[in-house]
């Protein structure tokens, strides 16, 4: 069982900057690929970035190509989010995902295919 425990999020200007961080409980962390979702009010949770275990390779959302970095520490099982630029449409609730790399095959943007989720993390981008 994997334990996800965000945090970072906040209330920022648009233009403005947040990190957002995400905790794993396991000893296998570097095994698992890691992802970020979010959800905005009225609307369905949508893939933001994905980070394989070795942290070698990344996935990103178009909406957020450019703006977003997604990284790892894989000797502090943690994952973070860095948004840049940010937009009032980047308001939502950022959820942390993970699951064994072995259950992709090259596609990552699909949430069912996550099986451990995060509590969420609410961002608020103020125009």
């Known amino acids: 069982q994997v334990q996800l425990v965000e945090s970072g999020g906040g209330l920022v200007q648009a233009g403005g900057s947040l990190r957002l961080s995400c905790a794993a409980s396991?000893?296998?962390?570097?095994?698992?690929?890691m992802a970020w979702f979010r959800q905005a009010p009225g609307k369905e949770r949508e893939f933001v970035a994905a980070?394989?275990?070795?942290?070698?390779?990344?996935y990103y959302a178009d909406s957020v190509t450019g703006r977003f970095t997604i990284s790892r520490d894989n000797a502090k099982n943690t994952v973070f989010l860095q948004m840049h630029s940010l937009k009032p449409e980047d308001t939502a609730v950022y959820y942390c995902?993970?699951?064994?790399?072995?259950?992709?095959?090259?596609?990552?943007?699909?949430?069912?295919?996550?099986?451990?989720w995060g509590q969420g993390t609410q961002v608020t981008v103020s125009s």
């Open positions: 995902a993970s699951s064994p790399q072995w259950r992709f095959t090259g596609i990552y943007t699909y949430a069912h295919i996550y099986d451990y």
């Open positions: 396991g000893r296998t962390f570097n095994t698992y690929t």
């Open positions: 980070i394989r275990g070795s942290g070698s390779n990344t």
